[in-house]
């Protein structure tokens, strides 16, 4: 069975593809990638964040897409 292809939305204030709205409707799955690196906009990353998340405006999937930059616990000697 094929998988159907979810629209990935980049960036902390998504906008659903199909109409446009910013409001969500529930959470479906969460995954966390520790990758290093710059955003798009140049700031440095840890971790890669996608969230699957349905539109409560008209109910399409989509994945947001968040860059964050983890600062680790300082370690005590």
Request: net charge positive.
């Amino acid at each position: 069975m094929a998988k159907k292809k979810v629209p990935a939305v980049k960036g902390p204030k998504s906008k659903c593809p199909k109409c446009g709205s910013t409001r969500r409707k529930r959470l479906r799955q969460t995954t966390v990638q520790e990758h290093g690196g710059l955003t798009p906009d140049g700031l440095p990353f840890t971790h890669i964040v996608r969230r699957w998340v349905e539109c409560a405006g008209c109910g399409q999937v989509r994945i947001d897409i968040v860059w964050e930059h983890r600062i680790p616990p300082e370690e005590t000697e």
